[in-house]
């Protein structure tokens, strides 16, 4: 881009003077360096490259003090886990939910799907589901077709 932007001001300018231009390239602004001394006859532009400076290394980086977190052991305990929904309360203080008999649970509960996600074939045409699946999984073949495509 630095060439192309030094041919560019090397036409523009060359029939203004005899000046010695340096192209710069810094902090994304084009500086034009004069020399005073220079005949307004012939123009030669030329393209210096600038030192580019980057971030100083500060040295090794500290190491951070290591906090041992407090694991807490796992409730194996069979009457708690027949009774309680073990690990539902995340605050420190308080206990965990009491597990209610199912006909005191909505009836929808019951009907989730819990296993693993339906093939395209197991879902009804006209539904919602269906027509993401069918659109993920045509997204997914085009890319896999444009990767073998060369360019």
């Given at each position: ?25 810094k ?16 123009i030669?532009?030329t ?25 807490e ?10 009774k309680y ?23 929808w ?40 495509e060369?360019?």
């Amino acid at each position: 881009m630095a060439a192309a932007l030094s041919n560019y001001f090397a036409t523009r300018y060359m029939n203004l003077s005899s000046i010695n231009s340096v192209f710069c390239m810094k902090n994304n602004f084009i500086k034009i360096f004069l020399s005073p001394s220079t005949s307004l006859n012939s123009i030669r532009p030329t393209f210096v490259p600038c030192a580019v400076s980057y971030a100083k290394k500060t040295g090794k980086a500290q190491p951070v003090s290591q906090v041992e977190e407090e694991v807490e052991e796992v409730n194996k305990n069979p009457q708690d886990l027949v009774k309680y929904c073990v690990g539902s309360n995340y605050f420190i203080e308080g206990k965990d939910i009491e597990l209610k008999p199912d006909s005191e649970y909505p009836d929808w509960l019951w009907d989730l799907h819990i296993g693993p996600p339906k093939q395209l074939e197991e879902l009804e045409t006209n539904t919602i589901q269906y027509w993401r699946k069918l659109r993920k999984l045509n997204i997914k073949r085009n890319n896999r077709i444009a990767k073998l495509e060369k360019f």
